[in-house]
Every structure is written in structure tokens, then in C-alpha cells.
């Protein structure tokens, strides 16, 4: 049909795009428009040949294909220019090419792809907006050789690009195929006209048929681009087949969720009416509803729960909101569940306390060895809780604190290494005092709702984790262990140590009001009980609410004692051993705990007694023995190699000059650390090594700087260091070490390596130094004791103004181990360093001088080392 008359019959009609296009395809012609008032530059529709430069329209968002009508919309003013300049020419052929970023609004050369469409301009006609619209028509794919010229708008000389139209039955089969693939998409997407459809289907030219497509088919802009691009037909349908594969799917899931919730919809109005009509029929016949009888089994269940005035106003509003709703509605189980958990909390269940004082010891002792500091503890709450039941009937009302209320709970906060018994002594406490035990871990929780619970407004909202326990023990006073408080996180999530803060103030506890409940609930009876293996990471305000208690590690007489009493047993009838079957000697459990277990605990001690029985179990069922005694020679063939050193290693260790043996505190007790320092021709190089931090740096730094300064004193030879470099390391390099502790010893190895002396080997020291040679008091130094003497160390050099911290010592430490108090650097090198001697000047390096060859006094060494 003539082009002309169809776009006259667009204009008048305001026809769309695939109406446009439907007119383009149909035989019939279409009487010819009236005279147009708004319509500029009418022109035959002949096409004249494509010149080889263009001007460049850039198009947004729109790729124009060859062989397909395309309404255009113009709003910049260069492009104005442009279709003006075009209209009023003799030639109507312009270069359509996309734009790489449909964001910019005036795209550069650059910003361009190379391949377009060179298209004729069949009609323009000018909006009251300003704006001009276009119907083009695509007519050969062209490459962009060159622009010419940027101003007033872009033009580019061109060269045609014409397809590759193949041949064959596979070509004819991809053709089908997009057909058949689009007749499918316009089924389920009503919008798309059905002669639109069949138009497509009459199609029979390959090439028309993929740009017809891919002009109505909704793609990515890269996608429609590299379609233009493609040289060959057959590609082209490949690409095209892809594409419209990818999009049937997308259709097909949309319409799959459409009919799930158009499902689902149908399903609730069907239950709202079949409801509505049984209510209807159990009013018929003077029954009551499922609904009425539900909100009576609630309204007995609040009164025998004996609430709050508060919470009980609470629960009643609620439920009267409950009884006017329909059970389908939304709010229905929402509030169904809150008074759920109403009326199933504890808020009048109390457990009552056995306040038996010697039943309670008996409890105690029976359950753990040691830990008096505990024991005593809690003896003292039972007898002031006692005592003051039985006489309050002596508080006059006039003596009362209106502002602050008895405390009736108390929170502890145990520390201590690992494995020293701090969750099971909270069950033990629990059956002492015949209360409930409850237990929750803290450890990586970075949610404060954990603590008190979601807003009701959320969905599947629960209280937090304080309330449900105590829903789960169904006791308001349980002893309720709180596991791994310094381990909480605090970063964007929230701060769940800052909502511990009302749970462990006693001030505050009272009237603890969860965000789900949002009624207050007292917690001043529970007892709550911390655990902790470090007090650094738990926040300042939260460690100040509670009353810390130290538990630390054990000794070796204890570890034997626990062994024998509670470890032994265990483990005989976890392995289903009788207790004639196996014994162990004194000399085996030493064996296990010096060899085989480094810890301040007892968890890997009862790991090994365990390897042990497994080994007499697996010799009885292959009946080889019947009973069996436990040796030190019997664990070594049992357990395989030992695993730590012993006390002859550590002397071997620091046979070597420039080797000390430092005492360390760790979160799992306490441990021994070998400083090394070693020296070689430079010139006042000083490098540390062994992943230390910044405070343990410094320490090493002051060290040598006070060696240096001292040099003369200390009988060292002051031009050592001019020519000398030292290296500092301290072993274990993957563990990172840090703390002021180590100066003494670092200071000691150093002026071991400068003057040849070794260090007594059964020595160990901790103390931070000045520059001044003074040694300051530091902590942990009963876990640190405790360490040297499970490391078989029998001398210990401390700063003198930590002897008060000897009194913590058990009494056995105090007597086994020799303590030496040192105010200074040179106390403490008296006491470290073994009687100077001199070795010969050219001793090979990297070979340890013996303490038999050195027989030279200090002040005859020359500071050469080795």
C-alpha cells in the first residue's frame, strides 16, 4: 500500500505502533486524509538512495531495526536542528543510532555504538509542547566510518552493511520457531492485538520476520543492539529464539504466582463464608461457637494466673478485642499468641528455698573439689536469706525505704579459665538450694531483641530469650545461668550488652518489660549467675552491676583429687566399665596431667582418662584382660608420644644465653613463654618478631633502652651495641602476645645474650620495668603461678608490691615454690642469671656454650656473643 496515505491515516486516527505496523502489512489501501493544518513537509513516499554521509540522530533507550515504522519523539534542540534541516531538504535520510547510557541526555561521538539504521523520515509534525514527532522508516543497517562534524548536530560518513540471508531448511525450521514462540507470548500478554499476531504469522521473509519481532518484543538494550549487529540471518534467529525463550519463561512464572494468590484469595473468602454459615447454624441450634468457647478456656486461664493489676488490664483488653474479631482475620492469631504467652508465664510460681545451711555445704562439696570462694558465697546468701525470714516480723512499717525495695535476688559473676567447672557449679547451686536451673548462652548474640524480645508489629514476633526461659522452667526464682557474657558482640546490629543492663540492676529488675509483652514482669527473686573467662570485653556500666567472683585453675594435688573423685567415676560409667575393672595409680594421673594436659581446667584431663578407659574396654571385649592397672608406664603404651615438655626441656631450652622463661596470663588460665635474643655484626639494629602488639613492643624497646643506659653497672661492654645487631622473639609467632608483663624478662634475656650468662632453668619471672630499672606490680599472677608450677618451675621472681597477691596462692603452691620479690631490674637479673663465665672468643656460631666451659666471672666478659 502507498506509505503516504498510511501515515495520513495515522495522524488523523492517532493510530498506535502496532496499528501502524498492522496497516504497513495489510493489502487493502486506506482512503486518503483530508488536508492536515498540523502536518509540515508532506513528501511523495519515494525512497531515495542513502547518501554516504548523515546526519546522526542519537536515540535513548530505542533501537530502530531495517524494514520496521517507528514513531520517534524529539525534544532537544540540536536534534530540533536536525529534523528541520532534514524536512526541508531534498533528501528525508537520516542515521538512527543508540546511545551506550540512556541516562545522558546529549551523547557525544563516543558515547555511540558504531552500527545503526539508516532511515527515512516520512512524516513530522510539531506538538503544542514543543516537541516534534517523527515516523521513520528503517531501511539498510550502516557502520559509522567517521563523524564529521559535531555542531550543529552530528553527522558521520557512512557505509552500508547488508545481511547474509541464508538458505535452507534450517533456516526456514528458526523461522517457524520465532513465530511460534511469539504467538505463544501474545497469548499471554492480552495487551498485543491479534491481527497483530496473525500479520506475524503471515510473514514469510526470514530477515523481515526477526527485526518485525524484535521491533515489538521486549528486550534489554544490548540485547536489541547486538541483534542489529549480527551479520548472518540464521544467527540472528538464533539470538532472537534465546531471547524470546527467556521471556515466555518470565511470563509463565508471573502468571504461575498470579494464580497461586488468586488461589489463596478464594481460599480464605471460601472459609470466611463456610464459617460465617456454621456460626450461623450453632446459633440455630443454641450451641457455642468454637471462637466464644476459646475466649471463655482464656479468660479462666488469666484469673488463675494471678497477674499484675497491670499485665491483667492488659490481658483483659486484649481478649475482649479477641472476642469481637472473626477468626479469619489477620489480628486474630496475633493476639491468640500474645495472650498465649500471657497466661503460660510464671507470674505467681515460686519455688521454695531449702534453706538448710548444711544441706546446702553437703550439696557443694559433694559436686565440685574446691572453689571455697563460691562455696562460701553462696552459704552466706542462704543464711542471710534465712535470717531474714525469720525475723521479719521485727521490721516496724515505719523502717521500710519507700525508694529502695529489699533486694531478694543476687547476681554473680563467675571468671575463670575454661573447663574449671563454672556452668556445672551453677546446677550444683540450683540443687543446693532446691530452686530450678535454667542456662542460656550469650556467645556471639549481636541482637538485643534476644534479650527483650520483638515489637508485636513484626511478623512471628516472640518475646526475648529472659521470658521464654522462664516460661520453659515455669518458675519466677530459678537460678538462671547466663553463659558467655564476655562473649556478646556490639556492632551495627545492636547492643545486647546494653540490654543486660535492666536485667542484671537489681534497682531495675522489678519491672522488666519486654517489647512483646509490654507489661512489667519481675525478675528481683531470680538469681542470676554470670560466666565470663575475661572481664577485658565485658562493658564497664554491665561488669559494675555484678558481683565477680575468680575462679582459677586447678593445681595438680586438686586435679588428682578431682580425678579420683569425680572424673574417674564418670568416665567408668560412660564407658560401661564396672569399678573393679580399672584402677589408676597416683603416679599415672601425674603422668596424664604433666604430659598430656597443659590447662587450668580439667576438661582435657577427663578427654585422656577417657582415651584410657576406651583402650581397657576395647582389651576386655577382645578378652585378653580382666581387670586392668593404670600406670605411668601403661599411659605412655596407651596414649601414644607426650605432648608437652617437661622440666629437663625447659633447661635445655635455656642452656643457651639470651634465653628466658617469661610467665604469661591468658583467658584459659595463665601459661609459661620463652623470650629469645640473638645478635649479629650491624650496627644498633633492634627487631622484634613473634606477633606482638603494641604495648608488648614498647616494653621490649624500654628494655633494651635501659640495658643500654645501664651498660657500664650491669658490666657489659658499652661498644657491643655499636657494632651489633639484636633480634627479639618470642615463639609461638601464629598466637598473638601483647601486655607490659614481659619487661623483666626481656630485659633479662638481654643482658643474658650481652654478658654470656645463662638463666637458671628453674626459674621463671613476670614484672613490668621502667626506664629507670624500677619493676611495677602487674596482674594475673595467680594464674601465672599456677602455669609455672604445672610447668614443673620451682622459682618465681614477682614485683615486690604483688606479695599481697600471694595470700590468693593455695596453700601447697606457697610451699612447693620458692617466691623472690624484686624491686628492680637488678634484683632480678641476682636472682636469674647463673655465675658469669667466659667461653673461648671464636666459638663456632649456632652451637650452645656449655655451663662446664664458662668459668669467667661477669666482669671478664667482653660482649662478644655467639
Known sequence: MDMMELLGYFDKNELSLEQLFLKTLTPEIINKQENNPEVVGEKEAQEPPIPDVLPILPLRGLVVYPQTVVPLTIGQQRSIRLVDDVVSGDQRIIGLVTSKNAELEQPEPQDLYTIGTAAIVHRMFRAQDGTIRLVVQGIARNRTLEFLQTEPYLKAKIELIPETVEQGTEIEA??????????????????????????????EDPLQIVYTIANFQRMDIADAQELLEIDSVSQKLHKLAGILAHEIEVLEIGQKIQNEARSEIEKVQREYFLREQLKAIQKELGEADEQQAEVEEFRQKIEAAKMPEEAEKQAQRELDRLARLPTAAAEYGVIRTYLDWLVSLPWSVITPDNLDIAHARQVLDQDHYGLEDVKERILEYLSVRKL?????????????????????????????????????????????????????????????????????????????????????????????????????????????????????????????????????????????????????????????????????????????????????????????????????????????????????????????????????????????????????????????????????????RTAIPGVATGLAWTPAGGDILFIEATSMPGSKGFQLTGSLGNVMQESARAALSYVRSRATELGLDAKFFEKTDIHLHIPAGAQPKDGPSAGVTIATALVSLISQRSIRPDVGMTGEITLRGQVLPVGGIKEKVLAAHRSGLKTIILPAKNKPDLDDLPEEIRHEMTFIFANTVEDVLNAALEPGTKSPDNLPSGKPKSRRSRKVTLEDTDGRSD
Open 174 to 203: 528458526l523461522a517457524r520457531s520465532a513465530r511460534s514462540q511469539f504467538e505463544h507470548i501474545a497469548e499471554m500478554i492480552p495487551s498485543i492485538p491479534r491481527e497483530l499476531v496473525t500479520a506475524v504469522l503471515s510473514l
Open 388 to 652: 531474714r525470714m525469720e525475723r521479719s516480723n521485727e521490721i516496724l512499717p515505719e523502717e521500710k525505704d519507700s525508694i529502695r525495695r529489699v533486694r531478694e535476688g543476687v547476681i554473680l559473676c563467675f571468671v575463670g579459665p575454661p573447663g574449671v567447672g563454672k556452668t556445672s557449679l551453677g546446677r550444683s547451686i540450683a540443687r543446693a538450694m532446691g530452686r530450678k536451673f535454667v542456662r542460656i548462652s550469650l556467645g556471639g548474640m549481636r541482637d538485643e531483641a534476644e534479650i527483650r524480645g520483638h515489637r508485636r508489629t513484626y511478623i512471628g514476633a516472640l518475646p526475648g530469650r529472659i521470658i521464654q526461659a522462664l516460661r520453659r522452667v515455669e518458675s519466677r526464682n530459678p537460678v538462671f545461668m547466663l553463659d558467655e557474657v564476655d562473649k556478646l558482640v556490639f556492632d551495627f546490629h545492636g547492643d545486647p550488652a546494653s540490654a543486660l543492663l535492666e536485667v542484671l540492676d537489681p534497682e531495675q529488675n522489678q519491672e522488666f518489660r519486654d517489647h512483646y509483652l509490654e507489661v512489667p514482669f519481675d525478675l528481683s527473686q531470680v538469681m542470676f549467675i554470670t560466666t565470663a573467662n575475661t572481664l577485658e570485653t565485658i562493658p564497664g556500666p554491665l561488669l559494675d552491676r555484678m558481683e565477680v567472683i575468680h575462679i582459677s585453675g586447678y593445681t595438680e594435688r586438686e586435679k588428682i583429687a578431682i580425678a579420683r573423685n569425680y572424673l574417674i567415676p564418670r568416665q567408668i560409667k560412660e564407658n560401661g566399665l564396672r569399678q573393679e575393672e580399672i584402677s589408676f595409680t597416683d603416679e599415672a594421673l601425674e603422668k596424664i596431667i604433666r604430659s598430656y594436659t597443659r590447662e587450668a581446667g580439667v576438661r582435657n584431663l577427663e578427654r585422656e582418662i577417657g582415651g584410657v578407659c576406651r583402650k581397657v574396654v576395647t582389651r576386655i571385649a577382645e578378652g585378653k584382660v580382666n581387670s586392668t592397672e593404670i600406670t605411668a608406664d601403661l599411659v605412655k603404651e596407651m596414649l601414644g608420644r607426650e605432648k608437652y615438655f617437661s622440666t629437663e626441656e625447659i633447661a635445655e
